[in-house]
């Protein structure tokens, strides 16, 4: 949430900076609003194991092997208007919880936070944005291709393109504390969301992400009504996922829990490795970390609403990321 | 994560929530999970922010502790794990939880203005803290020291000595102690020894002079204050932090009343080696009249009978008394049996007369009277002489840091409700008129709800209670009282003791409405407290506070029992040798034998007692000389037998 200090400074700004006009940030983020319109997908991927998809089980009683928890939040907020330009506070953090004796610490000194005002602060005067840093309030410019050239000036693209420099700057905290950990720190880690850029991440067989959400499916046809019949305990062949917006990694999917009296994505997840590792490890490296995930079962994450896919070591990193 | 932190380690955080707000007299903070804290652990909160240019500080007991994780419902738990716990135990990571626990404000420095603890850095209590938290500072100046050791405050690892302030223990300002815990686990009568041990030790000279007396209600709990104790190392490390020797009391002196047969004391301290400083307690008429009241059933004795006992008290008793109505014959009533010979003789002139009355007394009257007054002494064998000799306490030459025990635990309760009303008031008296011998006395009495009692009756020893209670600060006469049940003693009573100690509580007890006011931990607290321990209550101190004190370094009842075993019933002429032996060690039977065989119990017993109270030079000669010359000139006087009945004349066996 805005703290007093962002608050009181924008009531300062608005006497000073001309056409400055405050908006109430009360009620949902700006990751709620704008996720209502994203549109889901499904993508053809290339299989690693065999021929076609199939189902593999996973070792059962895997011993948990997991020893540090990463996760990133972040929050966006339409705070002022100038014109027709929004103004968007965000604030993001990561931390990663290393587990020691069967309790969760923070690694490192502390969790890595920032916040910002996310604006088109090119297309303003220099004043005003220093007024704003005057103020105790950082700037962070957002550049939108589309509005750039002024064919996308739709306020709600602006508030998009806002929000995906947050989204950005999360995942660059992410990325950075991921880095530090493959490099200062033996263990494995287990990443909330999709492998983040890191050189050091894709050369390493000690992080796996674990994708809770599915807007983007991987399967299509017989191969989507396989993963979405897997059992309890029973993970997919896996596949690789090529992008130009990333580097390739190896997926499968994996049901954590009895999907039965519920919808065939309860306890459903998605893993990825570094391509070149999974290459090298096979199906049974998929297997290996698909037991270790599944040990990370309990304790249960609730009262979380994801908690059918979501680890306690993850839920811990948001309880200390909101707290 | 430091278990062992150093006072000045960071030990918590003040937290307050608009659900649970921090207040002037409440705050709440978290700790790490092995933190050194516990309940009634003294904390000091560092606040954040100056007041008038002062970082407030707040000091504060911890009264109560939760701890919980994260869990919503218990049932995400049992559903996490399938229902098996074995499995709960192997789960990989243990739930984020909190140490949160509340804390009783102590003191807030600055006072004013005050307001609610602000949030802050908390820290363990040292020395220094605890002195300002319990505001011992204002009593503890060099130059001004008024401080009495009542044990040392354990908290996280460090031990700081509590003080007790004496012109609020034992008067002017406020008086009085009251302890409160079950038996048998050495804690109201040790706890008093040692209190009184600290008070001789630390009592300043400027606040004059101080004697204690305790009565010896049951076994033999007091009857070795003079021998000392084995004590622990540790105990003599606690005795040495305090600066009171771990000595027995020096001046010890003993009393009790005798036995029914009068020739022995009835205590269990009758060992040979015990008995120099061990003297009869015995009152005559003339002590016994005026607290008649004590052992007369107000049922029974009316306003008619009141009267009379005042008329005898004042016109017969202990002055010649002379009534035309019994002839020429004069009284001088010093004794029961001189009451009684008197009682018979004016009802038997009114008989003889036909008279219904006499000096407005009904004869109906006279002879309730006569019965109920008559039946103390057979009430009271032992401790009221028939013959009108007294064997008291030394009032009015009371001695400075000497304690004097009464023992009347072989008592009938009336017995001792005569002797605890009788020795009270004199000290009462002898207060008043500054002629005790010492400017304060502590009283101590065991059993309080038996003497005070919260329901029942009013009775004498009750209403003389309340009276100490209330007004004996002012005299220097300080009640040191002590029951199993606090809520069963009459609240005034125990309300007016400005002190309350208490040890290991009863669950019921602790369920009255009285500790209310205590939290539950610290009612478990109580209900589990260890030997030695108490937790406080005091003026100065804004909560109670948990101590620990030393094991009295005086010999315990049970210990003294084995070590000096009370001697058995020995024959009357050898308990009267034994007597008289305290006086002149050197005295032997073949010098006093002759008077065993010459006279009746009742005279040697006389002569005895005589003796003892005079205390002579010439023991043995004093001794005979209490049967005049008879004791040379007459010769043993056979007991007139019985002449043998005849045969009866009708008798078919005889001769």
């Known amino acids: 949430m805005l703290t007093t200090a962002v608050l009181r400074a924008l009531s300062e700004l608005e006497s000073r900076v001309a056409g400055l006009r405050r908006a109430d940030p009360a009620g949902a983020s700006l990751e709620v609003m704008l996720n209502r319109i994203e549109r889901p997908e499904s993508a053809r991927a290339r299989l690693l194991e065999g021929d076609a998809m199939r189902v593999w089980p996973v070792p059962a009683d895997a011993p948990a092997s997991v020893t540090a928890f990463l996760d990133g939040v972040q929050e966006s907020r339409e705070i002022a208007w100038m014109g027709v330009t929004p103004l968007v506070w965000g604030r993001v953090a990561a931390v990663i919880r290393e587990r020691r004796e069967r309790r969760l610490y923070t690694w490192g000194a502390a969790p890595l936070r920032r916040e910002a005002v996310y604006a088109p602060w090119s297309r303003m005067t220099q004043r005003d944005q220093a007024l704003f840093q005057e103020f105790g309030l950082s700037t962070r410019e957002v550049m939108d291709e589309e509005t750039a050239d002024g064919t996308g000036e739709h306020p ?82 896996m596949f690789a996922i090529e992008s130009r917006h990333r580097d390739p990694v190896a997926s499968w999917y994996l049901r954590l ?21 999974a290459q090298q490890g096979g199906g049974d490296l998929a297997d290996t970390w698909s037991g270790w995930v599944m040990a990370e079962r309990s304790p249960l994450a609730l009262p979380d609403g994801r908690w059918d896919t979501m680890a306690y070591g993850i839920r811990n990193c948001e309880e200390v990321l909101r707290s | 994560m430091n278990p062992h932190p150093s006072p000045a380690s960071l030990l918590g955080r003040v937290v307050a929530t608009e659900k649970r707000p921090n207040t002037p007299h409440q705050f709440h903070f978290w700790t790490s999970l092995d933190s050194p804290v516990g309940i009634g652990t003294i904390v000091r909160v560092e606040g954040r922010d100056p007041q008038q240019g002062v970082i407030p500080r707040i000091y504060g007991v911890v009264t109560e502790g939760e701890s919980y994780s994260d869990l919503i419902s218990p049932l995400h738990d049992v559903l996490g794990h399938d229902s098996d716990p074995e499995r709960a135990a192997q789960a990989p990571t243990q739930r984020a939880e909190i140490r949160l626990y509340t804390a009783a404000v102590l003191r ?36 001004t020291n008024t401080g009495i050791p009542v044990g040392v405050y354990r908290g996280g690892g460090m031990e700081s000595p509590v003080y007790l302030d004496s012109d609020f223990l034992l008067g002017p300002e406020a008086a009085h102690l009251n302890i409160t815990g079950v038996s048998g686990l050495a804690t109201k009568t040790s706890a008093v020894e040692w209190l009184l041990s600290s008070i001789f030790a630390h009592f300043p000279e400027s606040r004059g002079t101080v004697a204690a007396v305790c009565f010896n209600v049951k076994g033999p709990d007091l009857c070795y204050l003079d021998q000392p104790a084995t004590l622990s190392d540790e105990d003599r490390r606690l005795y040495d932090r305090m600066g009171v020797p771990a000595a027995p009391f020096e001046r010890v002196h003993y009393f009790a009343p005798y036995t029914a047969t009068g020739a022995s004391l009835n205590t269990l301290r ?37 009267a009379l006992i005042d008329f005898i008290s004042m016109r017969v008793v202990g002055m010649q008394f002379q009534d035309d109505a019994l002839g020429t014959q004069q009284y001088n009533v010093k004794s029961f049996g001189d009451l009684d010979r008197w009682f018979k003789d004016v009802i038997a002139a009114m008989e003889s007369r036909n008279h219904e009355s006499w000096r407005t007394h009904h004869i109906a009257t006279m002879r309730k009277v006569r019965n109920r007054l008559v039946n103390i002494a057979t009430r009271c064998q032992g401790l009221v002489t028939n013959d009108g000799g007294a064997s008291d306490l030394p009032f009015g030459s009371f001695q400075d840091r000497s304690v004097y025990v009464v ?154 029992s084995r070590r000096f075993p009370p001697v058995p019933d020995i024959p009357f002429p050898d308990a009267i040798l034994r007597s008289l032996r305290q006086l002149d060690p050197s005295l032997t039977m073949a010098a006093i034998e002759q008077v065993f065989a010459l006279y009746d119990e009742a005279e040697v017993l006389k002569a005895r007692d005589a003796t003892m109270r005079a205390r002579p030079k010439q023991v043995k000669g004093f001794f005979l000389d209490q049967f005049g010359r008879k004791i040379v000139a007459r010769e043993p006087v056979a007991a007139p037998r019985a002449p043998l009945r005849s045969t009866p004349a009708d008798d078919p066996y005889g001769g």
């Open chain 1, 156 to 237: 709600f693209r602006q508030l998009q393109a806002a929000t995906n420099a947050v989204k950005q700057d999360r995942e660059l905290l992410e990325n950075s504390l991921a880095e530090q950990f493959c490099a200062r720190q033996a263990g494995t880690l287990y990443l909330d969301g999709p492998l983040p850029r890191a050189k050091s991440v894709h050369e390493s067989e000690r992080v796996v992400g674990v994708i809770k959400s599915h807007q983007t499916v991987y399967a299509t046809g017989a191969a989507l009504t396989l993963v979405l019949d897997l059992k309890e305990g029973e993970r997919s062949s």
């Open chain 1, 257 to 277: 829990r009895d999907p039965r009296g519920h919808g065939p994505f309860w306890g459903l997840v998605r893993l990825e490795l570094p391509l070149l590792i």
């Open chain 2, 108 to 143: 807030q420095v600055p006072d004013e203005p005050l307001q609610p603890v602000p949030m802050g850095a908390v820290y363990l209590a040292d020395d220094a803290d605890v002195e300002i938290a319990l505001r011992m500072d204002v009593y503890l100046a060099a130059g």
């Open chain 2, 270 to 306: 009758s060992h040979p080696d015990l008995q120099h400083n061990v003297s009869a307690l015995t009152w005559g008429l003339n002590e016994v009249l005026q607290y008649a009241e004590v052992l007369l059933n107000k049922d029974d004795v009316d306003a008619k009978a009141d």
């Open chain 2, 407 to 560: 023992d009347v635990a072989n008592l009938e309760d009336d017995a001792q409700d005569l002797v605890f009303a009788r020795v009270v008031s004199k000290l009462r008296e002898h207060l008043e008129r500054r002629s005790l011998g010492v400017d304060h006395v502590v009283v101590f009495v065991d059993e309080l709800n038996k003497y005070a009692p919260g329901d029942g009756h009013e009775t004498y020893v009750r209403k003389m209670l309340l009276d100490i209670a209330e007004r004996g600060r002012y005299l220097g006469l300080v009640l040191f009282s002590a029951q199993q049940f606090r809520s069963q003693v009459h609240r005034r009573v125990v309300g007016n003791s400005a002190t309350a100690v208490y040890g290991r509580m009863d669950g019921d007890e602790l369920a009255t409405p009285g500790y209310a006011v205590l939290s539950p931990a610290i009612k478990i607290k109580l209900a589990t407290l260890e030997k030695g321990q108490l937790m406080v209550r005091h003026p100065h101190f804004a909560q109670p506070i948990f101590v620990k004190f030393p094991r009295p370094a005086v010999m315990t009842g049970r210990e003294g």
